[in-house]
Protein backbone atom coordinates (compact mmCIF):
# COMPACT_ATOMS: atom_id res chain seq x y z
CA UNK A 1 0.00 0.00 0.00
CA UNK A 2 1.12 3.25 -0.86
CA UNK A 3 2.54 5.32 2.52
CA UNK A 4 0.24 8.06 1.19
CA UNK A 5 -2.86 6.24 1.56
CA UNK A 6 -1.43 4.01 4.38
CA UNK A 7 -0.85 7.83 6.42
CA UNK A 8 -5.07 8.56 5.10
CA UNK A 9 -6.11 5.14 6.62
CA UNK A 10 -4.47 5.64 10.07
CA UNK A 11 -5.85 9.44 10.07
CA UNK A 12 -9.14 8.14 9.57
CA UNK A 13 -9.07 5.68 11.82
CA UNK A 14 -8.20 7.88 14.58
CA UNK A 15 -10.54 10.56 13.63
CA UNK A 16 -13.43 7.66 13.73
CA UNK A 17 -12.03 6.72 17.22
CA UNK A 18 -11.65 9.97 18.39
CA UNK A 19 -15.57 10.45 17.24
CA UNK A 20 -16.09 7.19 19.39
CA UNK A 21 -14.79 8.66 22.35
CA UNK A 22 -16.72 11.86 21.96
CA UNK A 23 -19.82 10.05 22.03
CA UNK A 24 -19.21 7.95 24.91
CA UNK A 25 -17.92 10.46 26.60
CA UNK A 26 -21.46 12.33 26.30
CA UNK A 27 -22.86 9.41 27.09
CA UNK A 28 -21.37 9.26 29.96
CA UNK A 29 -21.22 12.30 31.01
CA UNK A 30 -24.50 12.48 32.34
CA UNK A 31 -24.38 12.26 36.48
CA UNK A 32 -20.79 10.94 36.43
CA UNK A 33 -17.23 12.54 37.09
CA UNK A 34 -15.56 15.56 35.33
CA UNK A 35 -14.03 14.46 32.35
CA UNK A 36 -11.00 15.36 34.22
CA UNK A 37 -11.59 12.62 37.02
CA UNK A 38 -12.24 10.28 34.70
CA UNK A 39 -9.30 10.92 32.42
CA UNK A 40 -7.16 10.07 36.16
CA UNK A 41 -8.93 7.60 37.29
CA UNK A 42 -8.69 5.97 33.83
CA UNK A 43 -4.98 5.93 33.77
CA UNK A 44 -4.68 5.06 37.51
CA UNK A 45 -6.97 1.53 36.47
CA UNK A 46 -4.52 1.09 32.92
CA UNK A 47 -1.84 1.24 35.45
CA UNK A 48 -3.00 -1.22 38.00
CA UNK A 49 -4.26 -4.25 35.00
CA UNK A 50 -0.41 -3.49 33.59
CA UNK A 51 1.54 -3.85 37.51
CA UNK A 52 2.42 -0.25 36.38
CA UNK A 53 2.57 2.05 39.81
CA UNK A 54 1.14 5.06 39.21
CA UNK A 55 2.65 7.90 41.37
CA UNK A 56 1.32 11.51 41.15
CA UNK A 57 4.31 13.02 39.20
CA UNK A 58 3.43 10.16 36.79
CA UNK A 59 -0.57 11.34 36.59
CA UNK A 60 0.82 15.23 35.99
CA UNK A 61 3.18 14.07 33.22
CA UNK A 62 0.74 11.83 31.50
CA UNK A 63 -2.20 14.19 31.89
CA UNK A 64 0.16 16.98 30.97
CA UNK A 65 -0.83 19.11 34.58
CA UNK A 66 1.02 20.78 36.86
CA UNK A 67 1.83 18.74 40.16
CA UNK A 68 -0.19 20.73 42.69
CA UNK A 69 -3.37 20.45 39.90
CA UNK A 70 -2.68 16.50 40.10
CA UNK A 71 -2.41 17.35 43.96
CA UNK A 72 -6.00 18.79 44.04
CA UNK A 73 -7.25 15.85 41.69
CA UNK A 74 -6.27 13.32 43.82
CA UNK A 75 -7.76 15.02 46.86
CA UNK A 76 -11.32 15.12 45.01
CA UNK A 77 -10.38 11.42 43.60
CA UNK A 78 -9.30 10.48 47.38
CA UNK A 79 -12.16 12.48 49.13
CA UNK A 80 -15.10 10.82 46.88
CA UNK A 81 -13.44 7.58 47.62
CA UNK A 82 -12.46 6.44 44.23
CA UNK A 83 -8.77 6.42 44.84
CA UNK A 84 -6.01 5.54 48.04
CA UNK A 85 -2.48 7.20 47.91
CA UNK A 86 -0.12 4.98 50.11
CA UNK A 87 3.55 5.47 50.77
CA UNK A 88 5.76 3.43 48.09
CA UNK A 89 6.91 0.60 50.03
CA UNK A 90 10.63 0.86 48.02
CA UNK A 91 10.48 4.19 48.38
CA UNK A 92 8.64 5.94 51.64
CA UNK A 93 8.83 9.23 50.02
CA UNK A 94 6.79 8.59 46.79
CA UNK A 95 2.93 7.44 46.88
CA UNK A 96 1.53 5.29 45.54
CA UNK A 97 -2.44 5.72 43.30
CA UNK A 98 -4.59 3.24 43.16
CA UNK A 99 -8.30 2.45 42.36
CA UNK A 100 -10.74 1.20 45.55
CA UNK A 101 -13.85 -0.91 44.35
CA UNK A 102 -15.99 1.84 44.29
CA UNK A 103 -13.54 3.96 42.10
CA UNK A 104 -12.98 0.89 39.64
CA UNK A 105 -16.85 0.65 39.02
CA UNK A 106 -17.30 4.25 38.47
CA UNK A 107 -15.09 3.59 35.86
CA UNK A 108 -16.77 0.54 34.38
CA UNK A 109 -20.00 2.62 34.82
CA UNK A 110 -17.79 5.74 32.53
CA UNK A 111 -16.38 3.67 29.76
CA UNK A 112 -17.88 0.34 29.49
CA UNK A 113 -14.46 -0.54 30.46
CA UNK A 114 -15.52 -4.45 30.69
CA UNK A 115 -16.45 -4.64 26.83
CA UNK A 116 -13.66 -2.82 25.92
CA UNK A 117 -11.38 -5.10 28.21
CA UNK A 118 -12.65 -8.31 26.70
CA UNK A 119 -12.18 -6.91 23.47
CA UNK A 120 -8.53 -6.08 24.29
CA UNK A 121 -8.32 -9.72 25.90
CA UNK A 122 -8.68 -10.98 22.31
CA UNK A 123 -6.10 -9.07 20.39
CA UNK A 124 -3.05 -10.98 19.44
CA UNK A 125 -0.12 -9.97 21.47
CA UNK A 126 2.12 -9.01 18.50
CA UNK A 127 -0.49 -6.71 17.12
CA UNK A 128 -1.40 -5.01 20.88
CA UNK A 129 2.48 -4.42 20.67
CA UNK A 130 2.75 -3.07 17.88
CA UNK A 131 -0.39 -0.82 18.16
CA UNK A 132 0.82 0.24 21.44
CA UNK A 133 4.01 1.10 20.59
CA UNK A 134 2.17 3.37 17.62
CA UNK A 135 0.12 5.04 20.06
CA UNK A 136 2.80 5.61 22.58
CA UNK A 137 5.19 7.33 19.49
CA UNK A 138 1.91 10.00 18.05
CA UNK A 139 1.47 10.82 21.85
CA UNK A 140 4.86 11.64 22.38
CA UNK A 141 4.63 13.61 18.70
CA UNK A 142 2.04 15.75 19.96
CA UNK A 143 3.14 15.79 23.13
CA UNK A 144 6.88 17.51 21.99
CA UNK A 145 4.26 19.76 19.70
CA UNK A 146 2.05 20.90 22.57
CA UNK A 147 2.85 24.06 24.56
CA UNK A 148 5.49 23.57 27.33
CA UNK A 149 3.19 25.32 30.31
CA UNK A 150 0.62 22.55 31.70
CA UNK A 151 -2.50 23.30 32.02
CA UNK A 152 -4.64 23.40 35.12
CA UNK A 153 -7.07 20.76 35.92
CA UNK A 154 -10.27 22.17 36.67
Not at 34 to 48: M, N, Q, S
Amino acid sequence: MPHKIQAARLHAALEAWRITEQRLDRRGSAGTLPRTERDALALVLAAEQTDEPMTPSTLAATLGFSTPAVSNLLHRLQDAGLITCTPDPADGRRKIVTTTETGRDACDTVTSAPHVRKFLMGVPAEQAEAVSAFLDELSSVIASQQASAPVSAR
